[in-house]
């Protein structure tokens, strides 16, 4: 089991398969990613969780939460996008 980690990355980097976007953080983007498939270019390490969802390290005044934290308190671990009504089913 690997760890979990939410970094930021610089705009226009490519990043590996399985990522889940947490927001931004200035003009950067934040990620979240398992330790063991990390991104080429990392900024900075704001969050670190272990698999059970206890926390490693946090720096301080960061709010985002990992998929593992969501899971511990019985949350998605992510949002699924919103599904669109099709031209079908619309009532007019």
Not at 45 to 53: F, H, P
Request: no cysteine.
């Amino acid at each position: 089991m690997s760890n979990n980690i939410i970094a930021t990355i610089p705009n226009f980097t490519h990043g590996p398969a399985g990522i889940i976007f947490r927001g931004k953080s200035g003009k950067d983007l934040k990620i979240e990613f398992m330790a063991d498939n990390p991104p080429a270019v990392i900024k900075e390490k704001l969050v670190e969780t272990k698999s059970d969802g206890s926390q490693v390290f946090r720096k301080a005044g960061e709010t985002a939460k990992t998929s593992a934290e969501l899971i511990k308190e019985g949350k998605p671990p992510r949002k699924e996008p919103p599904i669109k009504p099709k031209e079908k089913d619309k009532v007019k």
